[in-house]
C-alpha cells in the first residue's frame, strides 16, 4: 500500500509533542511491514536543516499563493523514511516552534500557513505536480491538516482519506472573515463541513469529510463522544460513529529501550534491574538532590498545560515532602505554572528539583532514574510517558482516562494476584485523589523491595511496540479504500 502521511511535526526533526513521536514511528513500522508510507512536512528551518538528503523535486503553482513555492524530496531519520517538504520561506522559516512564535503566541497568520500547507498536499495527491509517486491513502493529522479531505471532497479518483485527532483540544478555530479571506470553495461554509458556531474549524473539516477517523486510544474515542469531552464536536463524532475507532499508539522501541540507550548512565532490563539504581543516583546528582538509592524518587515529564494536572502534583507535595521523598521535575509551557515550580524547587531545595525548558536526553534520564511517574492528566488522548517509563520499570501514577486508562493496570488484589499489576490508578480530578494513589504507592515501596520490582518488572515485560498499532492502521486504510466514508 502507499500511504502519504501529513503531519505538522515529526522526530528527529521537529517536535512539540507526542504526534511528533506518532510521525516519526508509525511510518517505520510501516515500511517494515513493506508498506510505502512517506511523509510530508512543512519547511520549518529545522526540518530544511535535519533532513537527510533534500534536493529540489518540483515547483508548485497553487491558484492562491502568490509567493513561491517548491517541494523537496529527501528523507527523515535514522530509517531513512521517504520525505517531501513543502518549503515555502514566506510561512515557514521563522524561528520559535511550528506554532508559536519565539514569545510562545499563536503566529497569526497560522490560518494561511497550514492552508498553504493542506493545498499543496492536495495537489500533490491529484497529481498536480505530475510526480511518478502518488498514495493510495492520505493520512492527515490533528486540525494542521484538516483542510485536505475537504479540499478532495468532490474530486473524482481521489486517494482514501484517514484523519487522525491526537488532542482534540487543538481545533484550530478562526473567525469568518479568515475563511473568506483564505478563499477557500463557498460550499465548504455550511455545518456539514468547515463552519463551526459560525467560526471556521479545520479540525471539524478533517472530521466530516474523511472516510474514516479515529483518535489515539480506545477510551478517549468513547470519552470524546461525549459533551465532557467533546468540545462541542460529540455530535459529528457520534454522527460518524461507524467510521470512528480508537488505536493505541506505540512508541518507539529503538529510542525508548533501556538496554541501548545512549542518554543513559547505566543499561539495565527486567533481568537485571538492580542496575536501574544507578541511573538513580546519576539524576539525583544531575538535580543536585542528596544522592541515596533508598529514597523513593517521583519524576514528571510534560507540557505545563491545565491538561496534565500539574496543579494537582503541587497539592499532594507537602505530603510527599513529609514522607521523605524526592521529585524532579522537566517541563516548559504556562508562564504561572513554571513560576510556580520554580518556587517550590527554592522551598524544597534538596527535595524537588525542577528543569523547565525541552531536554531530550534528560527525559531518558528521568525514565531511567524514577521509582514512579506522575500523570495525574485531565485527559489524555494516548500519552507516551506513562508507556516510556514502564518500559523504564518506572512504575506510572495516572489518573483513569484516555490512553491512561488503556494501558495502565491499577495495584489491587485482583491484579496483584494474577500478576497484571503494573501501576497506579486513581478516579478523580482532585488533590486528595491523586494522593490516595500516591499514598498507596509510598506505602507499597515501602513493604517489600521484592514486590516493587516485580511491579516494576511486569511492567517492562508490556509490549507497547508499533508492530501491533501499525497493523490496525493497515486495517482502517484498506477499509477507507475498498468503502470509503463518505
Ligand atoms: P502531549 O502530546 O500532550 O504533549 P504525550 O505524552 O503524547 O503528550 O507526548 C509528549 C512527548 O513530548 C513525550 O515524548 C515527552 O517525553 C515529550 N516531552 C514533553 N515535554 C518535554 C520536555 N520538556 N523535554 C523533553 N521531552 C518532553
Known amino acids: 500500500m502507499k500511504i502519504l502521511f501529513a503531519s505538522s511535526e515529526a522526530t528527529p526533526l521537529i517536535?512539540?509533542?507526542?504526534?511528533?513521536?506518532?510521525?516519526?514511528?508509525?511510518?517505520?513500522?510501516?515500511?517494515?511491514?513493506?508498506?510505502?508510507?512517506?511523509?510530508?512536512?512543512?519547511?520549518?528551518?529545522?526540518?530544511?536543516?535535519?533532513?537527510?538528503?533534500?534536493?529540489?523535486?518540483?515547483?508548485?503553482?497553487?491558484?492562491?499563493?502568490?509567493?513561491?513555492?517548491?517541494?523537496?524530496?529527501?528523507?527523515?531519520?535514522?530509517?531513512?523514511?521517504?520525505?517531501?517538504?513543502?518549503?515555502?520561506?514566506?510561512?515557514?522559516?521563522?524561528?520559535?516552534?511550528?506554532?508559536?512564535?519565539?514569545?510562545?503566541?499563536?503566529?497569526?497568520?497560522?490560518?494561511?500557513?497550514?492552508?498553504?500547507?493542506?493545498?499543496?498536499?492536495?495537489?500533490?495527491?491529484?497529481?498536480?505536480?505530475?510526480?511518478?509517486?502518488?498514495?493510495?491513502?492520505?493520512?492527515?493529522?490533528?486540525?494542521?491538516?484538516?483542510?485536505?479531505?475537504?479540499?478532495?471532497?468532490?474530486?473524482?479518483?481521489?486517494?482514501?482519506?484517514?484523519?487522525?485527532?491526537?488532542?482534540?483540544?487543538?481545533?484550530?478555530?478562526?473567525?469568518?472573515?479568515?475563511?473568506?479571506?483564505?478563499?477557500l470553495p463557498d460550499h465548504l461554509w455550511s455545518y456539514t463541513a468547515l463552519e463551526f458556531h459560525n467560526q471556521l474549524s479545520f479540525i471539524k473539516g478533517g472530521i466530516a469529510l474523511s472516510d474514516r477517523v479515529n483518535t489515539v486510544s480506545p477510551t478517549y474515542a468513547e470519552e470524546i463522544k461525549t459533551a465532557e469531552f467533546g468540545y462541542g464536536l460529540e455530535g459529528l463524532l457520534i454522527h460518524r460513529e461507524n467510521h470512528f475507532s480508537g488505536v493505541l499508539n506505540g512508541i518507539d522501541y529503538h529510542e525508548w529501550d533501556p538496554q541501548h540507550d545512549k542518554h543513559i548512565a547505566a543499561a539495565f532490563s527486567?533481568?537485571?534491574?538492580?542496575?536501574?539504581?544507578?541511573?538513580?543516583?546519576?539524576?539525583?546528582?544531575?538535580?543536585?538532590?542528596?544522592?541515596?538509592?533508598?529514597?523513593?524518587?517521583?519524576?514528571?515529564?510534560?507540557?505545563?498545560?491545565?491538561?496534565?494536572?500539574?496543579?494537582?502534583?503541587?497539592?499532594?507535595?507537602?505530603?510527599?515532602?513529609?514522607?521523605?521523598?524526592?521529585?524532579?521535575?522537566?517541563?516548559?509551557?504556562?508562564?504561572?505554572?513554571?513560576?510556580?515550580?520554580?518556587k517550590i524547587s527554592n522551598r524544597y531545595h534538596s527535595r524537588v528539583g525542577v528543569f523547565i525548558g525541552y531536554d531530550e536526553g534528560l527525559s531518558h534520564r528521568i525514565e531511567a532514574g524514577c521509582d514512579c511517574f506522575l500523570m495525574p492528566s485531565r485527559f489524555e488522548?494516548?500519552?507516551?510517558?506513562?508507556?516510556?517509563?514502564?518500559?523504564?520499570?518506572t512504575v506510572p501514577i495516572v489518573r483513569r482516562t484516555g490512553g491512561?486508562?488503556?494501558?495502565?493496570?491499577?495495584?489491587?488484589?485482583?491484579?496483584?494476584?494474577?500478576?497484571?499489576?503494573?501501576?497506579f490508578v486513581f478516579d478523580n480530578t482532585d488533590g486528595s485523589s491523586l494522593w490516595g494513589a500516591v499514598e498507596h504507592a509510598i506505602n507499597f515501596y515501602r513493604r517489600s523491595s521484592t514486590d516493587w520490582e516485580i511491579l516494576a518488572r511486569t511492567g517492562m515485560q508490556q509490549d507497547f511496540s508499533w508492530e501491533a498499532s501499525a497493523q490496525h492502521y493497515l486495517e482502517l486504510y484498506q477499509t477507507a479504500i475498498d468503502e470509503p466514508g463518505l
Open 15 to 183: 517536535k512539540t509533542g507526542g504526534l511528533a513521536d506518532v510521525a516519526g514511528s508509525l511510518p517505520v513500522a510501516l515500511n517494515h511491514l513493506d508498506h510505502d508510507c512517506r511523509l510530508i512536512l512543512p519547511g520549518y528551518p529545522d526540518v530544511l536543516k535535519k533532513a537527510n538528503d533534500l534536493q529540489h523535486l518540483a515547483h508548485v503553482e497553487i491558484e492562491q499563493e502568490p509567493t513561491p513555492v517548491n517541494l523537496l524530496q529527501g528523507s527523515c531519520g535514522p530509517h531513512n523514511v521517504p520525505l517531501y517538504v513543502v518549503d515555502a520561506p514566506h510561512w515557514f522559516d521563522r524561528p520559535g516552534n511550528p506554532y508559536l512564535s519565539p514569545e510562545g503566541l499563536n503566529w497569526p497568520d497560522n490560518a494561511e500557513r497550514f492552508t498553504l500547507f493542506c493545498r499543496v498536499v492536495a495537489a500533490f495527491v491529484m497529481n498536480r505536480m505530475g510526480l511518478d509517486w502518488q498514495p493510495d491513502v492520505i493520512h492527515a493529522n490533528d486540525w494542521q491538516t484538516g483542510l485536505i479531505a475537504p479540499l478532495l471532497s468532490g474530486e473524482e479518483k481521489r486517494p482514501a482519506t484517514l484523519f487522525t485527532i491526537h488532542n482534540l483540544a487543538y481545533q484550530g478555530l478562526f473567525d469568518q472573515a479568515t475563511f473568506m479571506r483564505l478563499g
Open 270 to 342: 527486567a533481568e537485571s534491574f538492580r542496575k536501574k539504581q544507578q541511573n538513580k543516583l546519576a539524576l539525583q546528582r544531575e538535580y543536585g538532590l542528596p544522592e541515596d538509592a533508598h529514597i523513593q524518587l517521583f519524576g514528571y515529564i510534560g507540557r505545563l498545560v491545565d491538561q496534565k494536572g500539574v496543579d494537582l502534583i503541587l497539592q499532594v507535595l507537602p505530603g510527599i515532602m513529609d514522607s521523605g521523598s524526592q521529585l524532579v521535575m522537566l517541563g516548559s509551557g504556562d508562564k504561572d505554572l513554571e513560576h510556580s515550580l520554580e
Open 381 to 393: 488522548p494516548c500519552g507516551l510517558n506513562q508507556m516510556f517509563s514502564l518500559r523504564y520499570g
Open 404 to 423: 491512561l486508562a488503556d494501558t495502565v493496570v491499577d495495584v489491587d488484589p485482583t491484579s496483584l494476584a494474577n500478576g497484571t499489576a503494573t501501576g
